[in-house]
Structure formats: structure tokens, C-alpha cells
């Protein structure tokens, strides 16, 4: 399909879905309740939106939705540090009932014994899985999951009177979330960069901390997929100056059951169910994010938090030093079931062979895109990685003059993609592969061999990477547009009025 | 045997793939891990329910336990409505193409960006304003978000609400704000960074002074951040008609259930101005053409103000949040139309003013702010001696869930609770709310 | 996609979804029950099913979806006579949950009020609009309600003891299944054709009728779209001699509200709810067929009946003179609910209003195909039609050599299809087109323009249009090797067998 | 205003297409018909529902009056059956692409075919046959065209059933062989066409003369016609391995919901031979190669011998069925592959043994044909004066629907009900059904 714009499907008068009807006995008793709005309060124009058929609405976007790559199409292992992994079928059939979809978060306790206990029994299964005490479901996702660890690392030296800690250190490997939330509370940044081994700086970090040192915010395995073996003295150097550790568990996914956070030191650390525990990514969101803490943190949790009395689960308000809501509610409830589901089918056993496939996978994986020309896989050469591999496309830049991202959007043409990893480009000509647990090796070796076939394009018909996609929907975009305030437009209407006036 | 999701923990092919990574032992990848981080146990988790129906029989005894909304008769709202979805929204969101997809490019996921554009485009015209942007979390992250824009759009250190909020939402913004901007203090001065309004308020009134309230903020040099119901805007005039500056809420009425809280999604929208788009935190997504004429292509606008661009140097922050909401609620708009939105609107003034009537002449009953407009919610006092506590209990028992309790919250209402009514309640219901709360506060 | 077979993509020992575990009591208690299978009814291999992991399944089944084109997506007008609507999403959400998907149909009536309520009075509806008294909904598809109805009308003249009766009588224009039906029942098969108008021939058929006719069976209009202004004539000379009319309706979509059964004459009709009444395909079933009969033919209605007492409603078992089951339990009963759901959201007033639609759409289209150069519509000229038109290439073949299906084939390319009619082709490269109510003018104008271009590379580029499809999942098949005994293959082990011996 | 379904129907629209038609009136297109058969008055129905909320307020209150299998503890059996449905199976039948497609051809709908043809390849590994039609309409339909097909290939007369049947479904063959083949008499004489046998039986057994009947057949040159429970053919060999010419039956267990009777649809195996297989009236999809090298394309085998393509010429007759439930009985196999079915089949055999043996030791009840295989149902008789009637409504007040009542259609098995036990069913419901069976017989 090359689906047109639904605005220009519209056609005047066509309905798509009619609200029901007001009952007459209504209408006649309360006459046209609109009339007491304020003239200016009133709305004077309907608003301009497209009008269809229902079919039409539907046709549309169920074309829409065929011109789309998810996990259940393709071998989408591309996204590295997204853990894009199988979201079981069952777990969506789970959540699609009235008991869960039509549960309004004010119920009463009583009517929500269920889910309630599910809050719970997550709680707890993630606070073995981290070693933590104590868990929060209440984050959208994983971002909003590094915010409110920063906003406990805030109210907790607020509580001890260290406000003057003002600086928050991370790693450039570390998720951009690290950094920018951090600087949304108020924290100067300070950014690690790794040794030549790939590895986070230990010395810099020492040079680093000090009395104003709030806290250490770090992803283990980091984005390039190497684990750093000296995690606890970087903990400990946070310690000894009166920081607090907080872990990024984004890429979780290949130990679990191996190491946790607690025999590490964390004081905090975060989860991402969309990544880890299999919930659908959704396009981006709804997500769920998880904040585990020791007990020292435990008061500040957002509240509500889910208590359990033995005989039934409760809601606890009153938690004076908590930092208040982060979200309305509970928290993303249907994506905590799914996630519940998912360990629930697997368990201990289950667990550990998700993580060790998924290790496996990925060095498979890395072996065998070694073997491709112009690609390779800085620092810690030789080595083998955990859950991702941050890959370099530099040689066959330097070869061909073809761009990492040309390779991906030529790999679109065969079914797969790839992203090219988060700013900055520290790894020139990024490509970061997380194969996880999903993925069978026929999957993998035809993910490699369509690397190797944009690989050798490149190097004997650069042009036809270079202008690709071919077999997409479209055609290579004009992005600069997108730059000049005169030119973007983020809605129809602003696209029509900006190329009325050209 | 392999788990189904774990397709080469079988063991030849295990076995292959490790020879061909040149290890000897799952093991080896682990090197990097010292000894005393390793867990040298099984995890203490339940027993795994591997068998798929076993699995159901599990998760689905214990959502079971639940008595939802479709069971019950219910009057709560108070942020979270159970509107009606029409099922074509829940065959889109469902589809396991929009479901599983994720940060792909705007070439193999040309269709995702597009129906995101599309929704930020409908919003548009729902709204009066030409950027709107991919949803952030919720309509608490919107609001506080909005408020932030508003004080680096100024340079300015204060914020005020101006009318009645949910205290769990000025707790978002409390938290969000703290060390940013101050809240409250008078609406005069030259530190006013934004006045806030809801809109209709907290306590369901669409309050008269709302265009007075942006007036103000514009004579002082302040910006106004309405946020609004979208679900209201068939009827009520959109906030940029009367001058709004920024606009937030949350789409979860247009095409999302309930969930327990897990519909939300927030929207913020703005004029076209530089000003105002290169301080979005979240993406922003925009139309551009191809190199074959014709073709509609889409990408980030101005990527460079997100973290995600340039990390710490970037607005706030920006993740994952809830881009399924708003494809989804593209669909409900498309699916509403012009004339669907305004007739839902009407309906909802006529049953709310209809339950209004009917409740508010119940002796013993008052409705709060009775004499001003209303679109769905309103706010019941109990001035006979019955507490909140006791009528909700009692309306439990004969299936009805009554309206959130406003006591603690409000004790300027005395006992007190916010009532919501939908297009999803009939003559019957709302009469049959009426008959049992005379019954009970008799 | 060209998805490849799914036995291609098994691996010894993956596992797609494990069953529920037997629990250890059980098994101790009662230790291999299947050890006192006697050796030859005992499987001793395990049947050779492809091994695929969950997500290897899902993705398979996916893609395969993909590579179809349903009412949801293209403009699904050529598969005329089958009358291709729009099947509203909230009548399948409607029928997923549990209230109706996990019904046992042998559950005491007092726990399936509900659903009996549906069928009593669906029933009701579809008497109303056929006119006829009563309505069976047992049948599982439009074929099986004409079995149905000959049986029936094999049990009225048995009851009569005029089994003599051994002549069936059914125009060509008529569903082949009438002709096949009547055969499968014993009866001999006289089947009339047009008159030069396209008109059913009165004068062939009184020449037909006589002591031996046990029925006519013919649709109105009939495949052509013609409606036969004397079919009252029809029924007349029919009854006259003792024989019984039955109404194929299958193309009733375009006189609902207009004319009826009753008003005719007819003593039975049938409808095909998967066509008038909304519900979906589905490639081609579930489905769902209504028998309506006057009084006369009440008694031979397949057992059991729904009734109503006033208070509740029951089954009637107890019925001498019916046929006897034409299917297990009561019918397609979700099919039942959409179609009653269907009907319930347009009411009489949109039954009509969904008849004159599809009339207008029809006639548009006939207006706008008749500007293309090769197309006509045979017969009638110059007139309208009802719900269909049956086109023919004919001319174009003569210009140009390429068929009816090759254009059909081509017009895939450009996303919509054809189907070519069924045989026999009395009309020359025919195409049946159909377009409903469910289409917007925009809708219809996209499909002649397709035709249009179609038609016009049939003059321009014949090649073209004779090797297509060039846009399809794959190429033209050789289909010669389905029709030889030595080369067909029906399963993936007869292939395997056939293809090893070559 | 239009009907959300009849975009056309927009009055300028269908103004602008009359015009185009050259006609003044919709009337116009109606002359055809004579007045005196056109209907001058609206049809009388019900008020419509237009508002989709209402819609599904008014159908779904109506199911809402149901009580299902998932909400009470189910033992009914006797030829539709509560097994577990991966959530695959619902998610691949639901696809639009998959529901609303219908008779295109194979390049359009090239994966309508393959998953067609994919389900035939699966059944015929089950089956051990190489020839699997597409689905007709449910088992009763499929056992009927077993014999006819068996009638047409010996040329003879007559048939046997050998095992105790079905009721139901012996009226609906009675009805459909009726002039063409008679049904009963002798084992014996050469005017038999073919001997039918149910594997296992209605009455759960798994008969020990299955395979003699089918020798039996054949020394007499008849058929053997086998239906059997395809769901059982994990543990059971295939009626193939032991000779049987056609077999049959319904694939409603292999990821089918009950649906109240509406998740049935009937397979027929046959060896890949010319004279069976032209006597099929199904349509039967075969893979063949396209133009290209190393393509997979698929058609219909030998069309000519169809009514769709011969009319009354064909075998029987053929149209619309049930293909939906064959594309997803193939993703069922497809899920639980060779070691699922052996799986399933064993827990049903042990599950069914613990049952028989907890309900047979109650005083006043006893298990028919006890000592025999059974698969998943038996027939338990109550000896101790309670009737079925009786024991079903006790069961009934206590959350259990009972067994299907036996004792009309089997008199010498006096009051006896068909039970039935799925791997749906826990140790725990087993035992609660015989400890409320023990307290009702007491």
C-alpha cells in the first residue's frame, strides 16, 4: 500500500461510529444544557476532523498497520538496548477481558482483590530477581523509571539534610535517560567515558565523586554488551563519599538470575517490563517501569504502595516521606500482568535460560558477523559479550564512502532493519544488535546473511545502498525540512497553511 | 525441552551455536562477572506454570477476583472514564503489527509514523493548534511538563493554579517542579512564569473565568497553560480560541479503557512558534516530502531539543511512553468526526445536567456549584448526616459504585464525593443512582 | 513475504505451546492408562507435524495473512454474487467473549436464555423479511440451507405420498448448488436458461413442469442482476402442478424492504447470512444459512426448534414429520448474533436504506464500467439492474486475446481482484461485480479506474496482462499438474512422495 | 445523516450517482419488479440500535443472560468439546486478513492457500493419508459424504455402523443417504458398500474390534470408514495404520471454542488414489510450481469433479463451509507438533482413567464398560433409583453442568449420562464432581 492521508479520504457527511442516542425523556427534562456555557466557552465550529465511513477508517488503518516491522514480522533484532523480544500471545489475551480493561483505579479494595495481589506478587518476584527490598510498579516505563529513582535520590539527601549534593555522575554507555533526568531535577552531569577496553573508567570516576556527588547512575552491561567486573568499587567510591548507586537495569535481560543488584551495592536500581518481561513495545508505550530500593530508601517510594495484611491487599496513602505521585494511579496495570504472566510460565529455571540463550544468541551472533567484511566490534576485542553488541560499520565507511544508516535501510528492503544506536556516536558508524532469547538460529543466520548481502552491495553498488529503500513504502525522505521552523509541520493543519504560502 | 519462547535452549542446537562462538561453556560469556556477584542459587520465585493453560487458569482466576467496571454500575471518573470504545479502536491497537512494532525507521515503519502524525493532526484540529506532540506518559506528566515549558519559554520562576485540581496531580507537579519553579502565591507579578487552569475543573465546572484566568497570565507577561477534557471539546471552545498558550491533558477518554489506570496518555500542544516547539521534551513528529514527487514521507522535528539528540543538553527527557494511546486515539477521532464529537458532547451536558437534577433533589443531598455548567462529573454533598464513607458502602452493596470521596481532600465541601456520568449511562441507571442514594441517606 | 512452508521451518524438539501438566496425583493414582490400547490401535510414531517454536508459529501465520486481501483492505467488489460487505468489528467483538465462545451446546436451557433469545428472535426478523412464517437457522452455510430446503421438500411430497415426484427445476443463473443439491437428493436436474433478454424462459419452463416436478429452484435477480419481473408466473406454474417453490436469496441484499418471498408465492427460501446479513467470510466459512418456510412446510423443518412460552425459551426435539438434524446442535450460532446484531443497528428503515444503496452503487458502476472499451453487459441492455452485473470481456478477447482472468489476475497488481464467475460461462469472459453498500463512490470510482488501465494494457501491452500477476507473493502457477493423478498433491507428504520418485 | 455502514447513502453523494446513472429515482432501478410484489410498508422490526454503545449494551446484556463453561464446572461432552485454545489459534483466526477474505484467487490470496493447504499436509501426517479435503461443515456432514463417497466407488448399496453412535448424528445421516444408500442389516453380503466405525465410540470406548471391523470390511470388499477424534490421535494409532479407506471426522477439539455449536467443521482423509479421490465434493488444494524456479504456488485438484465447476454433474455439491476452523485447527498442530499431541493424549487417557475410577467407587454409581480404553468420555449409569434429570439438577444448583442424559437414546444402559474430562479439568474439579455425585446418589 501507499495509503493516503486520511484527511484526504475525508468526505463531507460520512459517519464512522455514532455516540448513543440521548433518551428523549432526557432531553425533554433537561432542555440544551450547552445554551449556559459563556459565549466564549462554546465551542462556535466543529472541529475540522476527517470524515469517514467506517470501513474507511478501518481499511485505512489496517494498511497503515501492514506497513509496519514489529517482533511478531521480522527478525527484529536490530533495535539493540530495546531487548525487542517475544511478547506471548496469551499475555495480551489476558489483559483484553472486562476484569482487567474496564477496572476503574478507584474501585474499591474489595472489587480489586485480584489485580491487587498481582501488584503484589510482581513486587515481590522482582525484588528477588534485583535483591532489593522493596519494589514500585507505578512508572510508565523505563524513563519515567530513572526519574523517579532520581527524584528518591533527592528526597533522600533532602531528608538528610545534603541538598548541597548536586552533581549526578553516569556513563556515556548508559541509557540518555541517565543523564537528562538527572538534569531535569536540578543535578549537574558529569559523563564517564570508557577505557580503551571498553570498560567504565574506574580512576575517572574516583576523580569524579566528592561531597557533592548525589549518586551514580549506571546501566551494567552497558550498551556495547560488556559488563564491567569492577561494578562494586564503583558502588563502593559512590559509597565512601556519601552517594548513593543506582543501576540501570535496561539490559537486564541476559542475567538475570546470574547477578543482581543488591550483591553489588545498589541502593536503586530500575527495570524496564517492556524490555526484560516481554510486554509489547507498542510502537513506544505504554511501557511499565519497576524501581526497586534497599530498605534506607523504602519511605520514599511514590504512593500509593501495595500492602498485604495477611488476608488481603490495601492501598497505603500515608507515606509522609514519599515523593508523591509519579504518574496517576497504580501504574501501567495490563503490561504488569503481562509481565506477571511471563515469569509466571517460566519461572527460576526459566529465567536463567532466557538469560543464557540470549547470551548465546548473542555471541553466535557476534562470531558470526565477524565474519563480514568492514564491520567490527570495538573494545574488548576477543571477547565475549552478554545481551547486545555495539557494531562498527567505520571500515566499510572508510571503503565505500556508505553510511551505517544506509545499511540499515537497505537491510528494510529484506525484510529487516536495524537502528543505528543512541547520540552520541561514541562507536563510529554505530549498529547495536540484541538478538535476546526469541530468536531461533535459522532467524539469526538469516539476519547475518542479509548483513553480509548489504555488506557486499556496498562494496560493489554503493549507489544501491546509498538511495535505499527500494521495496518500502516510500522513498528516501527530505529531513532537512524537518530543521527549519518554516518548513516542519507536525500537523495537517500547519502543513497546509505552510505550503498554501509557498 | 525447550521452553516455546526459548527456541535454542534445545539442546543440539545449543550445543552447535556454542561451538561456533569458540566457547566451551555458557559460562565463558560470563567471565567479566566476578564470583562473589554470581548467584550461586536458583532464584526463589513460584513454580513456573509452563503449560499454557495452566498459565491461564492462574493469571485468569486471579483477575477474576476483580468485579470490574462492566459488572457494576459505576459513578467514578475523577481522571480515569470509562467512555465508550468503539471496536474498531480495539481492533487497530490490538493488531500485532502496531502492537509489537517499535523505534523503527520511518521507511519499514512508515505506517506507525504516519498514524502518529495523523493523530498529532487531528489533535490539531480538536484543539485549534498546529503542534501537538507524540503522547508523553499521562496527563500529570503533560501538565507538569507544560509548566516547565512555560518557565523556560518566560525565564520565569513561578507558576499558579487557578482553579480546583486533583491533589494527586498537583503531587506530579509538586515533585516535577521542585527546584524549577514555585507553585502558587498571587496571580499579579512579574515572576508569574504560567497560570494553570483545568478546564472543566477538577470538580467537574466549567468555570466562567477561564478565559479571564488567560486574559490575566497575557497582561502579566505570563504564559497560560490550560488543560482541557478532549472529550469536551465537541461542545466547550477550545482553549487556543480564547488565547491559551499551551495546552495539556489526557486522551485516555478517547478510545482507551479504564485498565485500572493504565489507559493514560498525555498530549501538550502549542502554536507554531520556535519558541514554543524547541522546548518540547517529547518527539514531535512531522511531514516531508520524498525524492519521488508525490510521496508523503515522515520524520522527527527539530531532534536536536530531545534527550534522546543530545542527552543532558536536552529538554527534560524523552522514552518510551504511550504511542499505542495515541494511534488509538487518532482512530476514536477519525472514527467520532465533526459531528460525532459534538453530539457526544451535548449528550454528555444533557445526563450529567439530567443526573444533577435528579440527585440534587434528593433532601439531604446538595450538588456543589449546581447553578454552573457541568460536562460529565460533579461534585455530591451529603448534608444530612450521611459521610461519603457510609453512602459508598451502602451503594456497594447493591452494585453501584458511587463517586470518589472529596472529604479529605476538599474539607471545604464537607462531606463530598465526585460523581461521573458518561454517554455509557442510560435514564435508567442514573434514575436507579438517585432511587438508592434518597434510600439511603433517608 | 514469500513465506516459505511451514515444514520447511520445523526443528527437531522446538515446541509451539506445552499442555497442561498432568498432575502428579493423577498419574500416580492411575499409572499408563494408554498401555491398555491394544499394540494396533496404539500410535507408535509420533505423527510427523512440523516443530516450530511459539513465535516461529505466530510469525508464520502472520505473514501468511498478509499475503490475502479481505473486504478490510481492498475494494472488494469482483467476487460478485457473493456479495462482499463490510462486517462491523463490534459484532465480532460481540461474539469473542466467553457469554457466547465458551457455550457448551448441551448446557440446560435455563443457563442459555440469552442466546436462545438471539435465535428466537433473529428467526422472527428474517420471517418478517422474507414474509415467510417460519425460520430455521441450523444451516452451516447458504449450500447447506438449500440441501435443507430439497430435503424438506422431499419430506413434504413423501408425507404426501407423492414421492414420485423426481424432477428438480433451476435456472443456469441460479447457484450451482441448487442443480448439485437436488442430484445429491436423488432428483433429476432440468435446468432453463435465459430467454434473449436474459429473463428465465416462462415458456421453457411450463414446458418442464408437470406430475413429476417436486420444485423450482431459482434465485431473483439471478447472477446477472436481472430481476425476473414474472416470477409470480414462475411460482404460479409451478404450484399449479403440484410442485413447490423455493427462493435461493441469495442475492437479496438489494430488495430488502422491497419485495419478499411471500408476496411471490414462495413456499421455502433461504438467505446466506454471510452475504446479505453482514457476517464475514472468513475464506470461505463459517458461515451461516436461514431456511424460511410458510406453515405448510413448518412440520419438516430440522429439529430441534426454538420456541418460546412467554417466559422462556426451549428447544422443541419433538417433531415428527422434521428432516431430522442438517448439522450438530443449533447452527453457526456466532453468526446467528452478528447478523442479529447487524440487523438490530440498522432497523427497517436502514435495511432499506442498505438495499437502494447497493442498487445505486450497482448502477453507477454498470454506468461508469460501460465507458471502457472491450467491457459489456449482456443482455437487458439498456436497463438496470439490482444487485450485480455479470460483465463480459468478450470484445476485448476478440481484440486482443487476453482473457477475462488474466485481467482479473493483472487487476491484483494493483490491489483488488476479480473472480471470473461460475461456470458455465453462458456469458462470454465474464466478471461478476458486486459492489454492496458497503463502498464509497470514491471506492467504486478506484476500481473502474483500475479496470480502465487494466483494459487499456490489455490493447497496449497484452504481455503485460497475460503473464500477470508481477506484483503478487508469486507467479503464475502451472496448473495443468492438478488434474493428473501422478502430480497433484494435496498434504506436503504426497509431494514429498511424488517429488522423491521423479 | 448516513449509517456508519452505507457511506453512499449521503444524500449529495447519492445525488451526484443517480445523475452519473442517468436514472431520477432510486425507484427507477426497481422496475422490474411488479407492483403488486413490492412491499408498500416498512418491514416490521425492532427499533434500531444505531448508536454502537447501544448496540452493544442491548446484544451484549443479551449474552450476558448466559452462563458459560468458564463460569460453571462442565462435563458435557458428547461431540463438541471444551479443550484449550492457545492464544495463536484465536489471534490467527481473528486476523482481518484471515476473517474477511473470501473466494480470491491463489495469487492475492496465495496465504489463504498455503495455510489451507498447510492444514491439509498437518491432518494428513495425523492421519497418516495423503489426500485431505478442505473442511466441510462439521463431522455429521463429513461421516455422511464418507459414505456416500464409499457408495460411489464400490457401486454398492448398503452400510453398517458398528459402534454405537451419535444420535444426532445418525438423523443427519439417515436423512442425507436417504435414496441413495440404505443403513443397518448383517455384517455380511456383497451388497455392502461400506462399515462405519466411531474411534473411540459415542460412548468414550476405545473399541478392541476398531481394526477387525475394518478387515472385516474389506474380506467382504466394502470400505472401511473410520471417524475418529482427531484430538486423540496423539496416543491412538491412525485408522490408516490398521486399514481404514476413509476416515472422518470433526476438528472442533484442535482450537475451536464451543461456541455454542458453531466451532465444528469435518474432515475426510482418503489414500492419494484416483478413485477416492475423485469422489471427494470438497475442494482440495494442491501445491504447484509458478513460472518461477523454486516457487510454491497452490490451486484446486481436479476441479471438474465439483458442483461449483460441473453443477449437478459433480460429486454432491460444495460451497462455503468452514475454512476458517481448518486454518486454525493447522495452527493448532503446528503448536503442539509430534510431542504436544502424544502429550495431550496421554494427560486426557490419565485424566479420564482418575475420573472413571473416583466416580466408579461411589456407591450407586457405576462406570459403563469400565474396564475398556477410554479416552476423555464415558457413560456413567446410576444404579441406585436417582435418575439423570435428578442428578443433573443437583448438580446444576452446585455450579456443575452434568452429563449429556443417555437414557432416552440408550435404553439398555438405563440412567446413565455421558461424561466428559479435558486437560481443562484439575484433579481438583474431578474430585469435587464425585464428592457432590456421592452426596447427590447418597
Redesign the interface.
Known amino acids: 500500500w501507499d495509503e493516503s492521508l486520511i484527511f484526504e479520504q475525508s468526505k463531507p457527511g460520512q459517519r464512522g461510529v455514532l455516540p448513543p442516542s440521548v433518551e428523549p425523556e432526557i432531553a425533554d427534562a433537561v432542555g440544551d444544557p450547552a445554551a449556559a456555557l459563556p459565549d466564549e466557552l462554546k465551542r462556535a465550529t466543529p472541529p475540522a476532523l476527517p470524515e469517514l465511513s467506517q470501513l474507511e477508517v478501518l481499511r485505512h488503518y489496517l494498511r497503515l498497520s501492514q506497513e509496519n516491522l514489529g517482533v511478531d514480522f521480522n527478525i527484529d533484532i536490530g533495535q539493540g538496548t530495546c531487548t525487542m523480544k517475544y511478547s506471548p500471545k496469551v499475555n495480551d489475551q489476558l489483559v483484553a477481558g472486562h476484569k482487567l480493561a474496564e477496572l476503574h483505579p478507584l474501585q474499591d479494595n474489595g472489587t480489586v482483590q485480584g489485580v491487587l495481589e498481582i501488584f503484589s506478587r510482581m513486587e515481590e518476584m522482582l525484588a528477588e530477581i534485583s535483591g532489593m527490598d522493596r519494589v514500585s510498579l507505578q512508572p510508565g516505563a523505563g524513563s519515567a523509571a530513572i526519574w523517579t529513582n532520581v527524584a528518591m535520590v533527592r528526597a533522600y539527601h533532602a531528608s538528610r539534610g545534603e541538598s548541597h549534593r548536586d552533581e549526578i555522575i553516569t556513563t556515556v554507555f548508559s541509557h540518555p535517560s541517565n543523564a537528562a533526568c538527572a538534569a531535569t531535577a536540578g543535578y549537574k552531569v558529569i559523563t564517564l567515558y570508557p577505557d580503551a577496553d571498553g570498560y567504565p573508567d574506574l580512576d575517572a570516576l574516583k576523580a569524579a565523586v566528592g561531597d557533592r556527588t548525589a549518586a551514580l547512575l549506571i546501566t551494567n552491561p552497558e550498551d556495547t554488551g560488556i559488563f564491567n567486573p569492577r561494578i562494586e568499587e564503583f558502588v563502593a567510591a559512590v559509597h565512601e563519599v556519601g552517594g548513593l548507586a543506582v543501576y540501570d537495569q535496561a539490559n537486564a535481560n541476559g542475567i538475570l538470575g546470574i547477578t543482581r543488584a543488591r550483591e553489588a551495592g545498589f541502593d536503586l536500581c530500575h527495570f524496564n517490563l517492556h524490555k526484560t518481561f516481554s510486554t509489547p513495545h507498542a510502537c513506544g508505550g505504554p511501557a511499565a517501569g519497576a524501581c526497586g530500593v534497599t530498605s534506607a530508601l523504602e519511605p520514599f517510594l511514590p504512593k500509593p504502595t501495595v500492602e498485604h495484611d495477611g488476608t488481603r491487599y490495601w492501598l497505603d496513602h500515608d507515606r509522609p516521606l514519599s515523593i508523591g505521585k509519579v504518574r496517576p494511579f497504580l501504574g501501567v496495570a495490563a503490561n504488569v500482568v503481562r509481565a506477571y504472566a511471563w515469569i509466571m510460565s517460566l519461572g527460576a529455571e526459566g529465567l536463567r535460560e532466557v538469560a543464557e540463550t540470549a547470551v548465546l544468541n548473542n555471541n553466535y551472533l557476534l562470531a558470526e558477523m565477524l565474519k563480514i567484511d568492514g564491520v567490527s566490534a570495538p573494545y574488548a576485542e576477543g571477547k565475549h559479550r552478554i545481551e547486545q553488541v555495539r557494531y562498527s560499520w567505520q571500515k566499510l565507511h572508510e571503503d565505500t564512502g556508505v553510511h551505517s544508516e544506509d545499511l540499515g535501510l537497505r537491510a528494510a528492503d529484506f525484510g529487516v532493519h536495524y537502528w543505528t544506536s543512541h547520540h552520541p556516536h561514541l562507536v563510529a558508524e554505530p549498529a547495536t544488535l540484541e538478538p535476546t532469547e526469541s530468536y531461533s538460529k535459522a532467524d539469526l543466520d538469516e539476519y547475518v546473511a542479509i548483513m553480509r548481502q548489504v555488506a557486499h552491495e556496498a562494496y560493489t553498488e554503493p549507489e544501491t545502498v546509498r538511495t535505499a529503500p527500494h521495496r518500502s513504502t516510500i522513498h528516501r525522505t527530505k529531513h532537512d525540512t524537518l530543521e527549519d521552523p518554516g518548513t516542519w509541520a507536525v500537523t495537517w493543519r500547519a502543513y497546509r497553511r505552510k505550503t498554501a504560502t509557498e | 525441552?525447550?521452553?516455546?519462547?526459548?527456541?535454542?535452549?534445545?539442546?543440539?542446537?545449543?550445543a552447535?551455536?556454542?561451538a561456533?562462538?569458540?566457547?566451551t561453556d555458557?559460562e565463558?560469556?560470563?567471565?567479566?562477572?566476578?564470583e562473589?556477584?554470581?548467584?550461586r542459587r536458583?532464584?526463589?520465585?513460584?513454580?513456573?506454570?509452563?503449560?499454557?493453560?495452566?498459565?491461564?487458569?492462574?493469571?485468569?482466576g486471579?483477575?477474576?477476583?476483580?468485579?470490574?467496571?462492566?459488572?457494576?454500575l459505576?459513578f467514578?471518573g475523577?481522571?480515569?472514564y470509562?467512555h465508550?470504545v468503539?471496536?474498531?479502536c480495539?481492533?487497530?491497537?490490538?493488531?500485532?503489527?502496531?502492537?509489537?512494532?517499535?523505534?523503527?525507521?520511518?521507511?519499514?515503519?512508515?505506517?506507525?509514523f504516519?498514524?502518529?502524525?495523523?493523530y498529532?493532526?487531528?489533535?490539531?484540529?480538536?484543539l485549534?493548534?498546529?503542534?501537538?506532540n507524540?503522547?508523553t506518559?499521562?496527563?500529570?506528566?503533560a501538565a507538569a511538563t507544560a509548566l516547565?515549558m512555560a518557565g523556560r519559554i518566560t525565564g520565569r520562576g513561578r507558576v499558579v493554579i487557578a482553579t480546583p485540581i486533583d491533589p494527586?496531580?498537583l503531587?506530579?507537579i509538586?515533585?516535577y517542579l521542585?527546584?524549577?519553579l514555585t507553585i502558587g502565591g498571587e496571580l499579579d507579578g512579574d515572576d508569574l512564569a504560567a497560570v494553570f487552569v483545568d478546564y472543566p475543573s477538577y470538580l467537574g465546572v466549567?468555570d466562567?473565568k477561564?478565559?479571564e484566568y488567560v486574559r490575566t497570565a497575557h497582561d502579566l507577561g505570563a504564559l497560560a497553560v490550560v488543560a482541557c477534557d478532549p472529550v469536551a471539546?465537541?461542545?466547550?471552545?477550545?482553549p487556543a480560541?480564547?488565547g491559551a498558550d499551551i495546552v495539556c491533558g489526557?486522551i485516555q477518554p478517547l478510545g482507551m479503557?479504564?485498565?485500572?489506570?493504565?489507559g493514560?496518555?498525555g498530549f501538550i500542544a502549542t502554536r507554531?512558534?520556535?519558541r514554543f516547539?524547541m522546548e518540547f521534551p517529547s518527539r514531535?513528529?512531522?511531514?516531508?516530502?520524498?525524492?519521488?514527487e508525490g510521496?508523503?514521507?515522515?520524520?522527527?522535528?527539530?531532534?536536536?531539543r530531545t534527550?534522546?539528540?543530545?542527552?543532558?543538553q536536552?529538554r527534560?527527557?524523552?522514552?518510551?511512553?504511550?504511542?499505542?494511546?495515541g494511534?488509538t486515539a487518532g482512530?476514536y477521532?477519525?472514527?467520532?468526526?465533526?459531528?460525532?464529537?459534538?453530539?457526544?458532547?451535548?449528550?454528555l451536558?444533557?445526563?450529567?445536567?439530567?443526573a444533577m437534577?435528579r440527585i440534587g433533589e434528593i433532601p439531604g443531598v446538595e450538588i456543589v456549584d449546581a447553578a454552573l455548567?457541568h460536562i460529565k462529573e460533579f461534585a455530591v454533598r451529603f448534608t444530612g448526616g450521611a459521610t461519603v464513607a457510609m453512602v459508598?458502602a451502602a451503594l456497594?452493596e447493591r452494585g453501584i459504585?458511587g463517586g470518589?470521596d472529596l472529604s479529605a481532600d476538599f474539607p471545604e465541601l464537607g462531606q463530598s464525593a465526585l460523581y461521573c456520568v458518561t454517554?455509557?449511562h442510560?435514564?435508567a441507571d442514573i434514575d436507579r443512582l438517585a432511587a438508592e442514594l434518597k434510600e439511603i441517606v433517608k
Open positions: 525441552m525447550p521452553h516455546p519462547y526459548i527456541p535454542n535452549a534445545e539442546p543440539q542446537v545449543k552447535e551455536m556454542l561456533a562462538t569458540g566457547a555458557i565463558d560469556f560470563y567471565a567479566d562477572i566476578p562473589h556477584l554470581r548467584l536458583p532464584l526463589d520465585l513460584p513454580e513456573p506454570l509452563r503449560g499454557e493453560a495452566d498459565l491461564v487458569r492462574h493469571v485468569g486471579l483477575l477474576d477476583r476483580n468485579t470490574s467496571t462492566a459488572e457494576a459505576s467514578l475523577a481522571g480515569c470509562r465508550y468503539p471496536a474498531v480495539d481492533e487497530v491497537n490490538s493488531r500485532s503489527e502496531f502492537l509489537t512494532a517499535y523505534a523503527g525507521e520511518p521507511y519499514e515503519d512508515h505506517g506507525r504516519q498514524a502518529m502524525w495523523e498529532q493532526s487531528m489533535m490539531g484540529e480538536l485549534e493548534m498546529d503542534v501537538v507524540v503522547p506518559y499521562d496527563g500529570f506528566q516547565r494527586d496531580k503531587s506530579k509538586e515533585d521542585d527546584g524549577a466549567v466562567r477561564t478565559a471539546l465537541g461542545v466547550l471552545a477550545p480560541s480564547f489526557d479503557h479504564p485498565q485500572y489506570g493504565g493514560h496518555a507554531d512558534e520556535e516547539v514531535l513528529f512531522g511531514i516531508v516530502p520524498t525524492t519521488v510521496e508523503y514521507g515522515f520524520g522527527d522535528v527539530a531532534w536536536d534527550s534522546l539528540g543530545v542527552r543532558e536536552g527534560e527527557w524523552v522514552g518510551t511512553a504511550a504511542a499505542l494511546w494511534i482512530v477521532l477519525a472514527l467520532m468526526g465533526p459531528q460525532g464529537m459534538r453530539e457526544l458532547g451535548e449528550g451536558m444533557s445526563r450529567c445536567a439530567y437534577s455548567p459508598n456497594h459504585f470518589k454517554e455509557m442510560t435514564k
